[in-house]
């Protein structure tokens, strides 16, 4: 079966960190930008992190740059979010997606999520004392 999945949600402290991973099954994510969204509660879908699974080039929202690090590994067909320094805005559910025809740019700003080729079922990020 082709599909994205992922996992590493939970709950964490304000100021704590969790890893998330979206691992390519049934598919290679060669040629493929890789990009993590979230959607919190009454919000739209953002753009968080992306990275082109090729070359390793990566974008990330300004609400986010220095405290997460998306990264890949092409042994395992997986890529992974790492997220430091957690703040309760943090809180949304962490969708991954993957596509073919867009730059780590494009998928991370651009409006045409909702074409994008793979997305996997979500995993629960709360941030909370």
């Known amino acids: 079966q082709v599909q994205l999945v992922e996992s590493g949600g939970g709950l964490v402290q304000p100021g704590g960190s969790l890893r998330l991973s979206c691992a390519g099954s049934?598919?290679?994510?060669?040629?493929?930008?890789i990009g993590w969204f979230r959607q919190a509660p009454g919000k739209g879908r953002e753009g968080v992190s992306c990275?082109?699974?090729?070359?390793?080039?990566?974008y990330d929202a300004d609400s986010v740059k220095a405290r997460f690090t998306i990264s890949k590994d092409n042994a395992q067909n997986t890529v992974y979010l790492q997220m430091n320094n957690l703040k309760p805005e943090d809180t949304a559910t962490y969708y991954c997606?993957?596509?073919?025809?867009?730059?780590?740019?494009?998928?991370?700003?651009?409006?045409?999520?909702?074409?994008?080729?793979?997305w996997g079922r979500g995993t629960q990020v709360t941030v909370s004392s």
């Open positions: 997606t993957a596509d073919r025809i867009t730059t780590v740019q494009r998928m991370c700003t651009g409006t045409g999520w909702s074409g994008y080729e793979y």
């Open positions: 049934g598919f290679t994510l060669d040629y493929y930008t």
């Open positions: 990275i082109n699974f090729s070359d390793g080039s990566t």
